[in-house]
């Protein structure tokens, strides 16, 4: 039984180192981005800037999400440093992502466009996360997965260790 609760215990700590490491990953990960949500409509567009350093990274990544999605198509540019439409995309969808190629140093925007009726919209732009920032997120996926497993492994030992001393 003592060794059962050890299990349990060293189960337990890695499913918190794993919780631990994914909150930090998803930190780490989301650091550079832009993040920002308003309405959009025929007045209104959303834009939304970063400054992103072409020597860190090559690409940049968008996504999109409409709140309230109904079926209606917005537009999104990606604008470079010099002010020169780089990537258009037209959606009609809930959530869009998508990856550009970085030309240069410099301020970086997406522009959210709606020409129909009124919506809320949520924005991210900024440059592609590194290998080591995105294995991050990896790795403490296997620490929570291996955890939750010790733990559905002692729970049955300790059923099969009750059922023997109850015989």
Not at 72 to 88: K, L, V
Not at 94 to 116: I, Q, T
Not at 159 to 166: D, S, Y
Request: charged share 20%; glycine share 10%; no cysteine.
């Amino acid at each position: 039984m003592k060794k059962s609760g050890t299990a349990l215990v060293s189960s337990g700590a890695l499913i918190g180192v794993g919780i631990i490491l994914s909150f930090y990953g998803n930190y780490i990960i989301f650091e550079d981005l832009a993040k920002t949500d308003g309405v959009v409509n025929r007045e209104s567009d959303l834009t939304l800037e970063v400054n992103i350093d072409n020597t860190k990274s090559k690409t940049g990544i968008f996504a999109v999400q409409i709140i309230d999605f109904k079926d209606q198509t917005i537009s999104i540019n990606i604008i470079d440093p010099q002010n020169n439409i780089i990537e258009t995309k037209t959606i009609n969808e809930e959530a869009y992502e998508g990856v550009f190629n970085l030309g240069s140093s410099g301020a970086y925007k997406l522009v959210v466009e709606n020409n129909g009726n009124e919506l809320t919209v949520f924005g991210v732009i900024g440059p592609e996360p590194d290998e080591g920032k995105r294995s991050l997120a990896f790795v403490s996926l296997y620490i929570l997965v291996i955890g939750l497993i010790g733990m559905a492994i002692v729970a049955i030992l300790i059923v099969i260790n009750r059922k023997k001393t109850a015989n």
